[in-house]
């Protein structure tokens, strides 16, 4: 509304004018969520937690379109484009391909991602200190996370030779991981066996097809798929009584012997204060790519003890936290 229009209807009715301007003035933004997030995760509670901190409240001073979905390439393709056309202020997405489906979908809109892989090696960035394009946010150094876990694991059972890895190759991150998985395990004598599951059929069919007697160990991929089956996945590895590392600390609701990894429902609260830079103006380039600082190791000692697994002293002092 211009000075002049203004002034008019401010003659004509005082009352209407200050109530028109002042929602002018008062826009609400708009955030659209895309996330591929199993629905235990918890990463919308935890995204809103963290815009409550920083002063948004959620249908008052800010507006959330949230999508959804466990699918992949063919059923995010269609969320993103659906928030596009909503044309919110800012894009939050959590996980690599969800963050990949939007930032094909629009050069424009501002894109926070959260929960993703190596974003220089899935393609969503080109530099991690200055982005350059539209979208910035929160990385999880998964290859170097899923190396880790497999160091992790050996030297839980040193005596390992052969070692199963549940993992989604369709997701981007997944794949990339999967590639410094198998070179760190080629270096140490160990034989990866590679086990490629998308959904829920999948991962029992791979849980049918490991030979448990023969296999020393296991790693579980980040996937969120495998954090919605995690019940399924945990039960038949402590039946086979196979010494595991799993990738969040979600799982230890499941009783899983050893995880590593950050606390996703934090890592999608820090997406908040990307989205809160924006709001005030920052672009998307200029806001460095966040790699997560904090990443815990959680040991269930029971379990190690129902199992008969003796767990490392070491290991035990570098835990950050002991199940007992």
Do not use: C
């Amino acid at each position: 509304m211009n000075r002049r229009t203004f002034l008019g209807a401010l003659g004509a009715a005082p009352w209407l004018a200050v109530a028109v301007y002042s929602a002018a003035q008062e826009k609400v933004p708009k955030i659209g969520f895309l996330g591929r997030v199993a629905p235990n995760l918890e990463a919308k509670e935890g995204f809103q937690q963290g815009l409550r901190e920083l002063g948004y409240v959620e249908g008052k001073n800010i507006l959330i379109e949230w999508r959804n979905t466990l699918g992949h390439e063919d059923e995010l393709r269609p969320l993103a484009a659906e928030l596009v056309q909503v044309a919110p202020d800012v894009i939050v997405t959590f996980g690599t391909p969800a963050a990949r489906a939007v930032l094909e979908e629009t050069k424009i809109i501002p894109v926070v991602f959260a929960g993703v892989g190596d974003p220089i090696a899935t393609g969503l960035v080109a530099n991690l200190a200055r982005p350059e394009a539209n979208g910035t946010g929160v990385s999880l150094l998964s290859s170097e996370l899923g190396v880790k876990r497999l160091d992790l694991l050996r030297q839980l059972v040193p005596r390992a030779r052969r070692v199963a890895y549940l993992v989604d190759l369709a997701n981007p991150s997944g794949a990339v991981q999967a590639k410094a998985v198998q070179a760190t395990a080629q270096s140490l004598g160990i034989k990866l066996d590679t086990y490629n599951a998308r959904n829920a059929a999948g991962i029992e069919a791979v849980l049918r097809a490991i030979p448990w007697k023969s296999t020393d160990g296991m790693l579980i991929g980040g996937d969120p798929i495998f954090i919605a089956e995690g019940a399924k996945i945990s039960k038949a590895v402590r039946a086979a009584r196979v010494p595991a590392v799993f990738p969040w600390p979600h799982f230890h609701e499941h009783r899983v012997l050893m995880s590593y990894g950050p606390n996703l429902r934090d890592v999608a609260r820090r997406g908040a204060y990307y989205v809160d830079k924006i709001l005030r103006g920052a672009k998307p380039s200029d806001l460095p790519v966040e790699q997560v600082s904090k990443v815990d190791l959680i040991i269930d000692l029971r379990l190690a003890r129902e199992l008969g697994i003796k767990v490392p002293q070491e290991l035990l002092f570098r835990a950050d936290r002991v199940i007992r």
